[in-house]
């Protein structure tokens, strides 16, 4: 068995000093294994998006270790981390953050253009993950002038365009009404089955948490066994 | 992120907030006009002053004379030295030039750098006449390497045995000439009075008509042909002693460099010999041409540095506005260099459209004015283009206001490069 390609050992994250001082985490450690579907539940204020931040590299713990495919995240820096983001990693956010001005392709290659891919195989690259979500026809339009799910649609394709392995999801269905989340909740499994990528959410919605292989929970910092709130 | 990627998403980048940008370009238009018009106006007059320098002699040659040994009051009358020979010469009572031998000039040609030596004969034309009109007084000069602004005609050919002049355009008119083109290829005759009162008319060609003007004294340019048949006809009957003596000769040298030029004018001085260069004479006016062109550049870039100022807001502005998209792009793996670059790049390039706009303008603008000037106030000065446009000090004020745009950007760029992808993806 290969190693897990997200473990986490006694994580802690502390935010301001003194009076101020905030225990983010207070010593998480867990494992992910290739292709697992994993949902970290929690409520606001639980520390499950600083959790999702720090195993996305985005961010250093105040203490404790990542290691990312058996390599210790603290001996990455720099030019190599940005490199391991970008080729491993993809982001769903529950905001979207797309570029309203630009075009939907314009925005769907932007982790290509980041990571110095050329014009032409960058948009050959970025039609066929349109293709892939039914967006094709939308390429040309200003990514501002698409719908709610059509949006979240986009931003995954953008998660995609750079094949990444694992794709971190931040409340992916959160601006979204039912209908259209149940569409994006599929197409994010659809990917976790049958193209063998790692999902890693994060959410407070319990609905959305159900379907996932294992499910994290998370309260005041420290991950708890069982769904209190749930079972309550 | 590829250069060339930075290059072009910083260019699509500044045109996302037109209107913010366009406010930025004006600022900076303003500056690169003024500094684009001051430096047309520098070439302009540098040009006009060098090339009547050159009208009026060589840049290569000396005017050497004997250095006064009068002068000092106290020091009583000089004793009487049967080597020296005095020329009555004008100025102050007491001040006297000595005349310049043969020997002198053989002193003067062996210091090193000299190339050749002309003793300067001083003519005394009475008069010109064309077509036995009315006779005009004329003065007349040797060429000595100096480069006449011709409005018509050509240059004199200085070995040929035609006597030839190049006659100043304020003679055509009066001496009854139809105008400067057809006045080339004319005779006129030019009267010499000899030792003895006797008074010689000689023929001699129009081959050039000069401009008028601003340091010439309205002369005319004669060739070696014209020269020497003046001399002779001047020195016939005079005692064979006059024409062996000369108040000033014309030292040439080779082109050199300004510490070659005073090393030679030590040597003439310590020979007992005053050497001139045209600059020395005339260098003066431009210090102060620069002098006054300094000031104007030093407000042109006081108006750079406030339309930098305008470049550091509309960037922080751009920053403030792009923090969450800054946060995703180094989310997704941009480096912080690339995002410096991408910024400092859009300020450039802000810059580049600033200074080229602000240029062409001035170019165009600053061309149309001088030509209307030298047709209308500034007729006088033939040749005189007030504003000149040369590609290098138009393509140093565009570099410089890049540099300052650039400059100006490193702050917001800084400010966008250090961003935390987590804090600007929170950012609401």
């Avoid at chain 1, 003194?18 to 983010?24: E, I, M, V, Y």
């Avoid at chain 2, 004793?79 to 020997?103: C, H, I, N």
Wanted: proline share 4%; aromatic share 6%; net charge neutral.
């Amino acid at each position: 068995m290969s190693a897990p390609i997200l473990a986490a050992c006694d994580l802690t994250k502390t935010y301001g000093r003194g009076p101020d001082r905030f225990d983010a985490l207070k010593g998480v450690s867990l494992e992910i294994d290739r292709g697992d579907s994993v949902a970290i539940v929690g409520k606001s204020g639980s520390g499950k998006s600083t959790l999702m931040h720090l195993l996305a590299l985005l961010d250093t713990p105040g203490g404790g270790q990542i290691h990312v495919d058996g390599t210790d995240a603290k001996t990455l820096s720099g030019r190599n981390l940005n490199a391991l983001r970008n080729s491993m990693f993809g982001f769903v956010f529950q905001q979207f953050f797309l570029n309203t001005a630009s075009s939907v392709l314009e925005n769907v290659v932007l982790p290509l253009k980041i990571a110095g891919v050329g014009t032409r195989e960058r948009r050959a690259r970025g039609m066929a993950v349109l293709e892939q979500l039914e967006l094709a026809d939308k390429a040309r339009n200003k990514a501002g002038n698409l719908s709610g799910g059509q949006k979240q649609r986009v931003v995954i394709a953008r998660a995609l365009v750079n094949t990444p392995q694992v794709l971190f999801a931040d409340e992916p269905t959160g601006n979204l009404d039912t209908a259209t989340g149940r569409i994006v909740e599929d197409i994010l499994f659809d990917l976790n089955s049958n193209h063998g990528i790692t999902l890693i959410t994060v959410t407070h919605d319990h609905d959305l948490a159900a379907p996932f292989n294992r499910r994290l929970y998370i309260r005041d910092g420290v991950l708890i066994t069982t769904d209190e709130e749930h079972a309550a | 992120m590829k250069p060339l990627e930075i290059l072009k998403t910083a260019i699509t980048n500044s045109f996302r907030s037109k209107l913010r940008t366009s406010l930025t370009i004006m600022a900076i238009f303003v500056g690169a006009f003024t500094l684009t018009i001051t430096n047309g106006l520098g070439t302009g007059i540098s040009n006009y002053i060098d090339s009547q320098i050159a009208a009026v002699g060589s840049s290569n040659t000396f005017t050497v004379n004997k250095t006064g040994t009068s002068g000092n009051p106290g020091s009583g009358p000089k004793k009487y030295d049967a080597s020296t020979r005095v020329l009555a010469s004008g100025g102050r009572p007491g001040s006297t030039q000595q005349a310049l031998g043969q020997a002198d000039l053989n002193t003067i040609g062996a210091i090193p750098g000299i190339t050749g030596v002309t003793p300067v004969t001083r003519l005394s034309p009475d008069y010109i006449q064309w077509n036995s009109l009315e006779k005009y007084q004329l003065s007349v000069s040797p060429l000595a390497g100096a480069q006449p602004q011709l409005a018509a005609g050509s240059a004199l050919d200085d070995s040929g045995t035609q006597p030839q002049l190049i006659l100043p355009a304020s003679y055509v008119a009066p001496l009854g000439l139809p105008d400067n083109n057809e006045a080339i290829g004319q005779d006129v005759t030019i009267g010499i009075t000899d030792a003895t009162g006797t008074v010689h008319p000689i023929t001699a060609r129009i081959t050039g008509i000069e401009q008028s003007a601003l340091l010439g004294g309205g002369g005319a340019f004669i060739n070696k042909s014209l020269s020497t048949a003046l001399a002779d006809a001047q020195g016939t009957g005079a005692p064979a002693a006059a024409n062996t003596a000369w108040a000033e000769v014309t030292a040439t040298f080779a082109p050199s460099s300004a510490s070659q030029v005073g090393d030679m004018k030590a040597g003439l001085a310590a020979a007992g010999y005053t050497a001139q260069t045209l600059d020395d004479r005339i260098g003066t006016v431009k210090t102060v041409i620069n002098g006054i062109i300094g000031v104007l550049d030093a407000f042109a870039i006081i108006a750079l540095i406030a339309a930098g100022f305008g470049i550091v807001n509309t960037l922080l502005m751009s920053v403030q506005e792009r923090t969450r998209e800054i946060g995703l792009m180094k989310a997704m793996g941009m480096g912080s260099g690339s995002v410096f670059g991408l910024f400092s790049t859009e300020a450039a390039f802000i810059g580049l459209l600033g200074s080229a706009i602000g240029s062409a303008a001035a170019i165009g603008l600053g061309t149309a004015v001088s030509g209307a000037l030298a047709r209308g106030p500034l007729s006088d000065l033939a040749g005189l283009h007030i504003l000149a446009f040369a590609p290098g000090p138009v393509a140093g004020v565009i570099l410089l206001v890049m540099a300052i745009a650039f400059i100006a950007g490193t702050l917001p760029a800084w400010r966008a490069a250090r961003q935390n992808p987590i804090d600007s993806l929170r950012y609401e």
